[in-house]
């Protein structure tokens, strides 16, 4: 078997493949043995297809060996394709033969095992199906996103990941020895892009953010994927139309292209696809009395929670914008609104059905005594930003900007109960390994 003759397994199920050979291979992801007929279910990148071998075809000693492959060892198979209406997918490959690529030792993954078991076995976990569906569709999904970026003309651009400056001040920021001083890894790439938008206008940059959160919800991870985008001569709504266009855009992509993995982790593409701008804007301030009538005691100036979060959009099927919060919740950089100082030109995204924030926006303060004022009651040096503010004497321009949560916004669509379900490797505050 030369290495090009081998096919795809879902050649097996084209228009011409029934009574065709074929050479294929893979990994077991099951196999019986019963009456001298071996049913194994083989798996490769493009599918899965029921292999059966008889002693009878195969011959005694190959057929003892492919007997003893365990599950997750790999084969290569030569047969022909044959109609099966018991097989998955209404076909098998009656083999001819069977050759071990690796037998494998017993394969330690079973369903009932605990969650914890799970994540120390997860470079093997992430091979089931559900993972794999996962990922594909996470791929899509970066991809939309790049593609969008591409139609709007926004350049991707590529910040440091580790810096001298906690950009959002030190407590959530993991430090590290930088030669001797001390040094961070990137929870954002704003301020970096900040600078970009000088000469570019339109900024985006798709990074690593780390968060040194030891909060267990199930929405935060310390290691995330973050979209990020800049925008020169933007206001709020400006800001806001071009995200929730950026969201229609993308569910809709991902129903269109990924409409078997959506269905496999239980999310209907109809529901991808019913997503439409503009989405609803709801003040912090109105968002505030309707918790109130749903029997929350939160008051004016409070920040929203997981449970908050949840009780605003259980019930509702689309995403919601939830606008202008108090400015002593947000980041120092955010712009205050014209007219109400008690507020700043911030909007979250939340998704629907429970599922919370999964992007953050606002307009960024252009004002040097402005920015110095809140970086002090925040107890930040401002000699750190220095650089910053520097952006604010040459060219000092409106601009806003968001920040997407890539696995946030994956849990939305896939239905994730956890957002550890959404990456290969999570990172949470218990577990950095494997
Ligand atoms: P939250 O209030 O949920 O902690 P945040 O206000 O800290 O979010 P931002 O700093 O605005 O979030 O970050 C921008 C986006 O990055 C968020 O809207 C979210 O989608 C994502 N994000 C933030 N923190 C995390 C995290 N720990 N794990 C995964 N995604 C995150
Ligand atoms: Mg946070």
Redesign the pocket.
């Known amino acids: 078997m030369s290495p090009t003759a081998f096919s795809a397994i879902e050649r097996a199920f084209g228009p011409e493949a029934i009574g065709a050979p074929v050479t294929v291979r893979g990994w077991v992801l099951r196999s019986r043995s019963s009456g001298g007929i071996l049913f194994i279910t083989l798996r490769d990148r493009t599918g899965i297809v029921q292999v059966t071998g008889r002693k009878d075809a195969l011959g005694e000693v190959p057929f003892t060996a492919a007997e003893h492959v365990q599950n997750e060892g790999a084969i290569a198979v030569e047969g022909t394709v044959a109609e099966d209406r018991r097989a998955p997918g209404g076909r098998e490959i009656r083999a001819s033969r069977i050759v071990v690529i690796d037998a494998g030792a017993p394969y330690p993954i079973f369903q009932e095992q605990t969650e914890e078991f799970r994540l120390d076995k997860r470079h093997l976990v992430i091979r089931s199906q559900d993972h794999v569906a996962t990922f594909r569709v996470k791929a899509e999904l970066l991809r939309t996103l790049r593609e969008f970026m591409d139609r709007e003309s926004v350049l991707e651009v590529t910040p440091p990941i580790l810096s001298g400056n906690a950009a959002?001040g030190g407590a959530e920021a993991f430090e590290i020895d930088y030669f001797g001083r001390p040094g961070y890894l990137s929870q954002?790439a704003q301020l970096y892009l900040e600078a970009l938008l000088v000469p570019h206008e339109r900024v985006y940059a798709l990074t690593p953010?780390f968060?040194a959160?030891k909060?267990r919800t199930p929405?935060?991870?310390?290691e995330?994927l973050?979209l990020e985008g800049e925008f020169a001569w933007t206001d709020l709504d400006g800001l806001l139309s071009f995200i929730e266009r950026m969201i229609e855009y993308v569910c809709r992509a991902i129903a269109e292209r990924r409409p078997t993995e959506l269905r496999q982790l239980g999310r209907a593409p109809e529901d991808l696809a019913a997503v439409r701008a503009p989405f609803e804007r709801v003040p912090y301030a109105a968002a505030i009395e309707e918790l109130q009538k749903k029997g929350f005691a939160i008051e004016w100036g409070a920040d929203f929670g997981t449970a908050e979060e949840r009780a605003l959009t259980i019930e509702r099927t689309a995403p919601i914008f939830l606008t202008r919060f108090p400015r002593e919740l947000k980041a120092f950089y955010m712009l205050r609104t014209p007219g109400d100082p008690r507020t700043v030109e911030a909007a979250?995204l939340l998704a629907p059905e429970g599922y919370?924030?999964?992007?953050?926006a606002s307009c960024r303060e252009t004002n040097v005594p402005d920015l110095l004022e809140r970086l002090a009651q925040l107890g930040i040096d401002p000699a750190a930003y220095e650089w910053y503010l520097d952006l604010r004497r040459h060219g000092n321009i409106d601009h806003a900007g968001f920040?997407?949560?890539v696995?946030?916004v994956l849990r939305w669509m896939l239905r994730r109960e956890h957002?550890r379900d959404t990456t290969p490797f999570p990172r949470t505050p218990s577990r950095h390994t494997p």
Do not use: K
């Open positions: 959002e954002t953010s968060r959160e909060m929405r935060h991870l310390t995330y973050h979250d919370g924030e999964i992007v953050g920040g997407l949560g696995e946030r957002i």
